[in-house]
């Protein structure tokens, strides 16, 4: 069966800090990997997927970043932390041999608080 | 443009009451996808249920049932004998499957508390 983790699970940052949370997925290969964040009190928000190594596309321009440096590794990083990237990140993943309309799955999240 | 609308912000019931969560949706594609899924305190997204756009037969899965209705864009919800640990937030999804479309639209989710 497949598993997907992240972490860290909390993380707690000063302003302008730098910021790089992971996600890995087990059990399948070539999967579509995504980045979405949810704001306290709000819905969740794609910012970034991948439908291979390399290959990121980002929905919202911001000052984060994504990388993809193995077919199931999905890394999420910013160089300077603002408060407004306070949130819970959450990685998902779904079958590319499916194209864009399988089911995805959800990791466990990151909770990050910007101080 | 694609939108799911969950009016209900928040609803409480009494544990073994029925509830029903509202979904309704948006979308100019022919071919789509709905979702639900549970987010309970931890955080982490639970997937309950896909449906295509081509199959509205209701589903019933144990206490949870859901009701498709193209006619009225609406994906519902129902939770019967509530229990305890039904208490999360549930959000309904769209996914169209226009080229290049990867994204998730998600409702703003209903918090459900089941009261014991």
């Known amino acids: 069966s497949q598993t997907i983790h992240q972490w860290p699970a909390t993380l707690v940052q000063p302003v302008g800090s730098p910021l790089s949370l992971e996600c890995t997925v087990e059990g399948t290969s070539n999967p579509n990997l995504y980045w979405y964040r949810q704001a306290a009190g709000r819905g969740l928000q794609l910012l970034f997927y991948?439908?291979?190594?390399?290959?990121i596309s980002s929905e919202v321009p911001q000052n984060l970043s994504a990388s993809r440096p193995q077919d199931r590794q999905f890394i999420l990083s910013s160089k300077k932390l603002l408060l407004s990237d306070s949130g819970f990140y959450l990685c998902?993943?779904?079958?590319?041999?499916?194209?864009?309309?399988?089911?995805?799955?959800f990791g466990p999240g990151t909770r990050l608080t910007v101080l | 443009a694609q939108k799911v609308t969950q009016a209900q912000t928040e609803i409480s019931v009494v544990e073994k009451e029925d509830v029903t969560l509202d979904c309704v949706y948006e979308t100019r594609d022919t071919t789509y996808y709905l979702f639900w899924y549970k987010q309970p305190p931890s955080g982490e997204l639970v997937f309950l249920i896909r449906?295509?756009?081509?199959?509205?037969q209701n589903e019933i899965s144990g206490r949870y049932s859901w009701n498709f209705q193209k006619s009225t864009s609406s994906f519902n919800f129902t939770i019967t004998a509530s229990q305890v640990v039904d208490s999360a937030v549930y959000f309904c999804?769209?996914?169209?499957?226009?080229?290049?479309?990867?994204?998730?639209?998600f409702g703003k989710g209903t918090k459900l508390s089941v009261i014991p």
């Open positions: 991948s439908v291979g190594i390399g290959q």
């Open positions: 998902a993943w779904s079958v590319r041999a499916s194209g864009n309309t399988d089911t995805q799955y």
């Open positions: 999804a769209l996914l169209t499957s226009g080229a290049g479309s990867y994204q998730l639209t």
């Open positions: 449906r295509n756009s081509f199959d509205e």
